[in-house]
């Protein structure tokens, strides 16, 4: 595989390794762009590969890609993406619109971890020993339809990364608690940074009796973590930051909240993907930046400010995104509207749409 010195149309980062037929099949996929036009939307999350993220029409975090699927008047929209980011295009489409994605097996580890089932016998744990009338739902964005639903029937709303601190005030200045889920990584560090004291906060094991919790902690918890994390995230440690201190002790470091506490107090910086790219924008020339996040962001910001150092705290790569490539991105565009369709039944995209339009509404 060797480094295209050129640069092809879409965008694609000089000195990107792109193999041969790569390259073909995004020449194709442009065309296929071009004979759609208006009609077509791409939509490329930051963790995509560079190829991936090149012929996208946006690229973006969860947050910022969904108010362009409210706001596209495109025909067909594609995600790529995750599943969950996929079915919440479909929720907020228009009647005209479909939304597909390239692999249907692009799914999360983390938004595994709250099943819907699960999370309805939780919430009917907690109504035996608090008042849920006065418990607010909170839904990361990494999760299912259905949690989203739920959510938006009981008063709730969704967050993603980037606004997850506007959503926690929300949700305390309409409720004595929060339901969180399901990353307790990111819930504990946005409760950290609206200066929460760890007894305001509890984990909620899914596997134990009420969560793993004694009733008076959960009647004096301000906020309820559902124990999930991100894979990707949770590879970066301590020792990662120690060691990046000693070797690039100009360095600074910024890295994703969904990595734990420990690791968030030692960083420089802490913020959603979108966060993390503008860091780097902004960053001055000669600067060197270690980031603790998903490896294929990590290098295209490498490629595309070659006058700073871009550095990877570790290695850590999302396999799920890791599965939209370029074959399976043209197999989609020569079948719009056809293949690899997200349907959310009708009952919960009008409830996960009001978790949606909620969370689409919240000021920063």
């Given amino acids: ?33 071009q004979a759609l036009r208006h009609e077509l939307v791409i939509l490329a999350h930051h963790y995509q590969r560079p190829e991936i993220v090149g012929v996208g029409d946006y690229r973006g975090d969860s947050f910022d890609l969904s108010r362009k699927a409210a706001a596209t008047k495109a025909r067909h929209i594609v995600f790529c993406g995750v599943h969950f980011m996929a079915e919440s295009a479909a929720i907020l489409a228009q009647p005209h619109q479909t939304v ?25 744990e907690l109504a035996e020993v608090t008042s849920t009338a ?95 994390h991100c894979h990707v995230h949770t590879r970066f440690q301590v020792d990662h930051i120690l060691a990046a201190r000693e070797a690039y002790p100009e360095a600074k470091i910024v890295v994703h909240p969904e ?32 980031i603790g996040t998903e490896i294929n962001l990590v290098h295209r910001l490498a ?11 570790a290695y850590s790569l999302c396999p799920n995104m890791f599965k939209i490539s370029p074959a399976k991105l043209l197999a989609i565009l020569e079948h719009p509207g056809e293949h690899n369709v997200i349907a959310v039944p009708g009952e919960v995209q009008e409830n996960a749409r009001l978790a949606l339009d909620r969370m689409l509404a919240l000021r920063p």
């Fill in 303 to 313: 490629l595309e400010y070659p006058d700073r150092r871009v550095l990877d705290l």
């Fill in 100 to 124: 597909q994605i390239p692999d249907l097996h692009a799914g999360c580890l983390m938004a595994d971890m709250a099943a819907l089932e699960a999370v309805e016998t939780a919430w009917e």
């Fill in 259 to 290: 990595c734990t506490a420990e690791v968030v107090a030692l960083a420089d910086a802490s913020g959603s993907t979108g966060f993390i790219v503008n860091y780097v924008k902004e960053a001055p020339p000669g600067a060197t930046i270690v």
């Fill in 134 to 228: 006065a418990l607010i739902p909170i839904v990361y964005m990494n999760s299912e339809a259905a949690l989203k639903a739920f959510c938006g029937s009981r008063g709730g709303l969704v967050c993603t990364s980037s606004n997850a601190l506007a959503a926690f005030r929300w949700g305390l200045s309409r409720g004595e608690k929060i339901f969180f889920f399901p990353d307790r990584h990111l819930g504990r560090n946005t409760a950290n940074r609206l200066g929460l004291a760890p007894a305001d906060h509890v984990v909620w094991d899914p596997e134990a009796p009420l969560g793993g919790n004694r009733p008076e902690d959960i009647r004096r918890a301000r906020l309820i973590l559902w124990d999930g």
């Fill in 1 to 33: 595989m060797k480094a295209h010195r050129g640069r092809l149309p879409g965008g694609f980062p000089e000195g990107w390794p792109l193999p041969p037929e790569d390259e073909e099949l995004l020449e194709a996929i442009l065309a296929r762009k």
